[in-house]
Each structure stands twice: as C-alpha cells, then as structure tokens.
C-alpha cells in the first residue's frame, strides 16, 4: 500500500469572506433589513434569513419555476437573483398574496381547478401567474400555456392551472 | 458557489474602472446565465460588479431612422416595445421565442449577447472542455453531440451560441456599442460574436474590461416579410435545434433584399453573404429557397448525433422563407408551422 498521510488536499483558489452585506427588503409590505452574504440568493434570503418558506426550491438553476416571486410586480426566478442586487426592492411571494383573510382570486381559481397534486410548484405557479395577469399579454388559452412555459408541474397538473388562471382572468 | 466579493458601479466609467483593477472581476446585470454558472462552478469571479442601476435602459431613436436600445433593456421589455413590436417585429417575436417570462424579465440586452454556449460538456467541470480550460480537449466531439454545431466548428469545439435574440439582431445588421479603458468602440453585430477556431474560450470579440452599453438597430426593420422560426425538442422553454430569421424586401414577387440567420447552429449566429445574394434579384419561390438553403448549408458537417439538423436546417429555412415571403410569420403562441 502506497503511504497515506502525505496526500495534499486539492487546491482551491479561494477569496477571503466579505464582510454580510446589509439589504433592505420590503417584502409583502413590511421592510425588512438583513446582513446577507454576497452570494445569498433572493430565494435563500426569503426562505433561509426570513422564513418564508412559501417559496419553492425547485431546481435552484431557473428551469424549473418552483421559485417565481414577484419583485417590484415583475415575476422573476428567485434561484437566479442575489439578494443584494434587490435591496430597496419591493418583493411579493406566495404568503402575500392573501389579503385580509381573503384568498387572492388566483388562490380559490386552483382550489376550485384542483389546478395542482403535490403542490410543490403551485407558489411558483400562482406567482408567475399573477405577474402574467399583470403583464396582460395572454389572452387565449394557447398564450396562458406559452407565457407559463417557465413553470414546470411534474404532476402534470397543466390543463387544470390552465383553467384556474382563466378562471382568475374572469375568462371562464 | 465560491466567495466573491461585491461592488455596485456608480456609471459606465466607474464600471470600466473597477473591472480594470480586477481581471478576475465580472459584470452582473440580469444574472440569469452568470449566476447559474457560477453554481455549477464553471465561473469563478472574484468580484460581482453589478451594473443593474446604470442608465443603460432606454429605448431611443436613431439619426438614421433606426434605434438605440440600451444594454440593460429587459428581453421582456424589448420584446413588448412598442417601437420594437411595429417596426422590428422579427426581433421580438425572437425574444419571445427564447426563455421563460421569468427569465425575460431579468435578463438584459448586453447579456443576452454574451450568454455562454449550454453544451453539456462545457457546463460539466468533470469533463474536458477547450472553452472551459482552454487545450483540456473537446468532450462533445465524441460525445453527446445532438445539439452541437453544423457550421463553422473547429477541432477544438463544436459548441453552439444558445441565443435567440442574436440570430434576429444578425439579420437586422445590428451594430453593437461598447465602452472601455479605450473610449467607446461600434462593432458590426456579424464581428462581435466568434467562431471556435483554436480560441474556443473567447466567445466575442469584446476587449478585456469593455462594457456593452447599447444594441443599434439601423432603420431597415422587415416588417412586412419576416418570420422567426424555432425548430427544438418541446414547444416552449427550450434550445433551438435550429432555428432561422428571415426577412425579404419585395416588389411583387420579386426579391429585393433578403436577410437569413440561423441559431443552434454554429458557434455565432450564422449569416452567409452568399445564400442571400442567391435570393437577391429572384422570384420568391420554393426553389429560390431551396437553392438558397443548398448554398448556406453546402459546408455543413454533422457529428455523430446531429447530422440530422443539415437536413432539418434545409427545411427550416425553405419554410421561414415562404413564411416571410406570405406574410405569414411564425407564431409564438400558437406553435403550429405553417
């Protein structure tokens, strides 16, 4: 057997940590201020510094949607944005569409589509949803299907999220 | 990801300053390809310089009838322009064509033209890649090669350029603007991206330390007879296995000028003078189109999984072709090729 002992680690080029870096966020509605590391997404600052674990970690490389908020009323990948990039942003996710108790309409439109099985994507769902009824480009079913493509529901729960986000347009 | 350390650039000279004094720096904007690559440890920077807040997002006239967009436009907001929609409807319906609506919202301009390659090798630190680690060899070319290129590769790589956009800006002759320790710089969209060579690491030809800070767009649009047609594997959210832009000028049946770029391809957006001098002058007709096709593709090599797209680009460009020249262009929405 050939010595043990004398290996040398792999060497790895490595920066020295900056100082966390302080973010505001005012997230659905209420300011929040966190120290964050440079390369804390957005996703991790809510779920991880927040505890907003609303928001989904699907794939963490922006395929798969499980993370969509809305940030200043644009739907984004959160996996995809540092979290010092957004600082002073306004950013809503799935805990804030709910208002006084009430479901946001997209909320009752799945429940009442069974628009989801396991759930895991329906934050992401409902999100890039509502940022879709914001934007106002969709409005046949066909431009529904084209303008949600950047959410995967690996239930295939599609033709019913389909429904549930006519039914939130007031189409059906 | 590794540690990095982060700055924010007060103004485009600022930015060129700071990526100056750090070679291993790197600009953020949208973040949406950077940041991915960064998980996947194939970008290391040490230092995110984030240029999001730079005035670099309007949209503006040109002297010369064409636009100026600046390079942290949206894709989303391009797309949806109304000056882009009416007058460059080719380049939107790319945009659209490209990513998700999330995706679209982040990602700007300036970095949808300097997105890197998504072949799988080059993404896989475990396996060689020449544009990763320039002479670790090309893994793809023995490889799993059903994306990879058709024209223009090189014994080094056979990588494609992913984007949509760039295939519609190579057709329009978009010009790219840029900023560096130099002063500014207007490079011909055609000379901004590269081909492999023996340099597969070097995607453009933007210097060390340049800045994109805007896309020209000159005042021919083609907004009568384009289309952009995207052939890939699903319907939507996908890379192209080919995909084609073409614009044509018409005076009856006759073509007056005739613009055709293809994506997923080759390791740039692919134009060939010559394919569009072979419609210039002609009748718009299935065998103009074909003779065209014939000429663009005539040095066209496959790879052990993707000698299918010289074919499937053969009939990609006849039928964008006979799109353009009906009117007809491709829908985003509704996926049906007619």
Not at chain 1, 80 to 105: C, F, P, Q, Y
Not at chain 2, 307 to 333: E, G, M, N, Y
Request: with cysteine; net charge positive.
């Amino acid at each position: 057997m050939a010595q043990t002992g004398t290996a040398v680690p792999p060497t790895r080029e490595t920066v020295a940590p900056p100082d966390k870096i302080p973010v505001a966020l005012s997230v659905n509605g209420v300011t929040r201020q966190l120290k964050v590391a440079p390369w804390t997404t957005l996703l991790d600052a809510l779920r991880d510094h927040l505890d907003l674990t609303g928001t989904k970690k699907g794939c963490d490389h922006g395929q798969c949607g499980a993370c969509t908020v809305l940030v200043d009323g644009r739907r984004i990948n959160s996996c995809l944005t540092l979290a010092v990039m957004k600082d002073g942003a306004k950013v809503t996710t799935i805990e804030g569409l709910a208002s006084n108790g009430a479901l946001h309409a997209l909320q009752q439109a799945f429940i009442d589509h069974d628009a989801f099985q396991c759930g895991y994507c329906t934050p992401g769902q409902i999100c890039s949803a509502a940022g879709l009824i914001a934007e106002g480009k969709a409005k046949s079913a066909d431009e529904i299907r084209e303008l949600m493509s950047g959410n995967i529901c690996r239930c295939g729960a599609y033709p019913n999220i389909v429904a549930a986000i006519q039914q939130a347009m007031g189409g059906s | 990801m590794i540690n990095f350390q982060y700055a924010r650039a007060s103004d485009v000279a600022d930015a060129v300053r700071q990526i100056a004094s750090d070679p291993k720096a790197k600009f953020i904007a949208g973040g949406t390809n950077l940041i991915d690559l960064m998980k996947e440890d194939v970008e290391r920077p040490s230092r995110l310089i984030d240029i999001s807040r730079l005035p670099l997002k309007s949209v503006e006239d040109t002297a010369e009838g064409g636009l100026r967009i600046g390079a942290l436009v949206p894709n989303s907001d391009l797309a949806y322009h109304p000056l882009i929609a009416q007058r460059y409807p080719m380049l939107a319906s790319a945009i659209l064509a490209g990513a998700s609506a999330q995706l679209r919202n982040m990602a700007s301009t300036g970095g949808n033209l300097l997105q890197r390659t998504r072949c799988c090798y080059f993404y896989d630190i475990a396996t060689p890649c020449n544009k990763r680690e320039p002479g670790s060899g090309c893994s793809a070319i023995t490889g799993l090669n059903r994306m990879h290129a058709i024209l223009g590769t090189s014994e080094a790589c056979i990588a494609t350029h992913p984007s949509d956009m760039c295939v519609a800006l190579a057709a329009l002759d978009a010009t790219v603007h840029t900023a560096g320790p130099a002063g500014a710089r207007a490079i011909a969209f055609s000379d901004f991206h590269r081909l492999p060579g023996d340099t597969p690491q070097r995607d453009t030809n933007l210097q060390a330390s340049e800045i994109v800070t805007a896309v020209e767009l000159p005042a021919r649009g083609f907004a009568a007879n384009y289309t952009y047609l995207k052939i890939r594997d699903r319907l939507s959210y996908a890379f192209a296995l080919v995909s084609v832009a073409a614009a044509l000028e018409l005076e009856g049946d006759t073509i007056k000028e005739a613009r055709l770029a293809l994506g997923g391809v080759a390791h740039k957006p692919w134009r060939d003078p010559s394919a569009e001098a072979a419609l210039r002058g002609q009748t718009a007709s299935q065998s103009t189109f074909t003779r065209a096709a014939d000429l663009l593709l005539r040095d066209a090599k496959g790879f052990e999984h993707n000698a299918f797209k010289i074919d499937l680009a053969r009939r990609t460009i006849v039928r964008a072709l006979t799109q353009a020249a009906a009117s007809t262009p491709q829908s985003q929405s509704n996926k049906k090729i007619r």
